[in-house]
């Protein structure tokens, strides 16, 4: 274990930067994002969570994958070599963390690997930020998430009077302590903080099978009657993860590409022949729920939620996945 000093805390970017993109939380007008580390810059790593999660480092908003020509009968395609730079995400929260790993069952597993979250995955080293304070909308507690240590990461710092302690988890981490060395002293004698203990909690047990005799409950009726269908919630989601596919042609050549799509949208189940399995946001909004609290834990065994709490801060009319899990518990069959 290693300690920082918080006014060297530049320099350890400055350093991390050498041949990678370091991406890290700053302040940018009124909210703190994760940006580029230019040398500069508001950082902003004691503010809590990000207002947007980090996944579109590995899953961006638009993603061209082929070009192509099509001309009379002749056509060819040509994929899209990926070689991302290198880079380091700094500053991220158990929750984000979390978020990653459940990112990497959708896309890397169940026999099918989509290259190009792979080698952005790959070429990615995560440097986690422990909390030591909740905010009022935290609750990844409830799902076994530990704020004061995170999974999957290549290194874990925590906050402490005067700087920051700093492990490496995995060989990576340990190389970039190593390429830091020079600004890191020896962390003799400090403890590492208490972790955030978030006063928001939600209980899981029996969840799943209470929601699997829920599909054509009324609540769902009443709980879409006012939500917006704005899907800011899934914009701002670290595990929402629904995209379209289009192509974009100029006479005889184009490209197709990816983007970040949402079910709460009504064309995303629109079919072709005009009709549509989810026609209103009780359908749309049911699945969005269903899909965090009962699919993906019948297809991958854990919650599509991590608990950060941020569709229950930017909702416009407050439809809140911890005031819904409590509904849940109580209605009546
Ligand atoms: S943010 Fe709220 S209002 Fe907007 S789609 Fe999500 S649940 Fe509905
Ligand atoms: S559903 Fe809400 S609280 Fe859960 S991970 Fe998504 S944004 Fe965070």
Known sequence: MYKLATEKLPELLQCWSQGATVYVPQK?????????????????????????PPKDLFFPRTEKLYDYWASGKEARLEPV?????????VGVRSCDAR???LLDQVFLTRGYVDEFYKKRRENTAVVA???????????????????GRAEGVDVQMWPVPGGYLLEALTPRGEEMLKQASGLLAPAEGEK??????PSLQVELEGLVEKLQ???????????????LGCAICTYLCPTCHC????????????????????CLFAHYTLMAGGRNPRPTRKERLRNRLLHKLQYFVERYGQFACVGCGRCLELCPVNVDITKVIRDVKEVSL
Not at 44 to 52: I, M, R, V, Y
Not at 131 to 139: L, R
């Open 81 to 89: 070599e990926l070689h991302p730079d290198r880079a380091v995400l």
């Open 192 to 197: 590492i903080p208490a972790p955030a203990q």
């Open 129 to 147: 930020l422990a909390c030591t304070q909740a905010a009022p909308t935290c609750f990844c507690t409830s799902f076994g998430i530990d704020p």
């Open 213 to 227: 005799k829920m599909f054509d409950h009324p609540y769902w009726g009443e709980l879409s009657r006012k939500c």
């Open 28 to 52: 940018v007008g009124e909210v703190t994002l994760f940006r580029p580390f230019k040398g500069q810059g508001d950082l902003a790593l004691g503010e809590g969570n990000t207002l947007e």
């Open 99 to 101: 978020s990653f790993l």
């Open 243 to 262: 995209f379209d596919i289009d192509c974009e042609t100029i006479e005889t050549s184009g490209y197709r590409f990816r983007c970040w799509d949402t």
